[in-house]
């Protein structure tokens, strides 16, 4: 066994750019025999190099996901589903079906190419509250995708979701060399989470070059990480990548943060 003290911070791959890549040939034609990259592969390979759980956002537009893919993997993979997904009654109840160990919910444009700000939190506290509570009732744990705003985490505690998580692009967008003030925000976000009993995730543009400044929020428990992951993948493996990731993430809460 390693002599390396053993951080709890955990990694949630999301895969959703694997399924890009597939739909980019095979969109038009979901039952190929040759359709690849396989998604299930990707989820396995990611899981033996120590990711703790799989990622994806079926979307309205079923741009990457396809409904197929996220039974397929709740049937699957080894570790835990994460599904992310907008506030819809169509999702949800593909949700329901599926029952993933846990759901992220996230604001959802049509026009944007990635999730691009949290959920807003305090003007649509009740149709989240239901959501959240229709969710928890099936069995599935549930977090909000919100920016890293004190309101929206108060909010967020009233509307009974157990986890949040913190978006960090903003952040990543500023990094490495700005990103004080970012910082700042983050920090003071997962004190006041985890000071009302909420698990604090985090997600959106982590990379290897800004993981360390991020050492330096408290209380994250998990790490959502998908494009920074699959686009290294391509030059060095989607194995090294998560491994290289884990062993960054392992130092967490026993160092010094780089801020
Ligand atoms: N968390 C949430 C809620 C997201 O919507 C995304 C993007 O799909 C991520 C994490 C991962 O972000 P990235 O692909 O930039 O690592």
Redesign the pocket.
Known sequence: MSDLPTSSLLLGV?I??VATLRQARYALMPDAHNAEPSLLAAAHEVEAAGADSI?V?LRHDRRHIQDRDVFELREKIHTKLNL?MGNTQEILDIALQVKPEFV?L?PENRQEI??EGGLDVVSSAAALERTVKTLQDAGTKVSL?IDPDLNQIEAAARVGAEMV?L?T?AF?NAAPEGGKGELLLLKESAILAHSLGIQVNA????TTTNFPKLMGVPHLAEL??????VSRAVFLGLGRVVRDMKTMMSAYGFSVPAN
Not at 224 to 229: F, Q, S, T, V
């Open positions: 999301n959703d750019h990622t956002h992310e992220c996230v990635t999730t995708f998580e978006h692009g990543a997600g959106h543009g982590i959502n990480i998908g494009h920074h992951l």
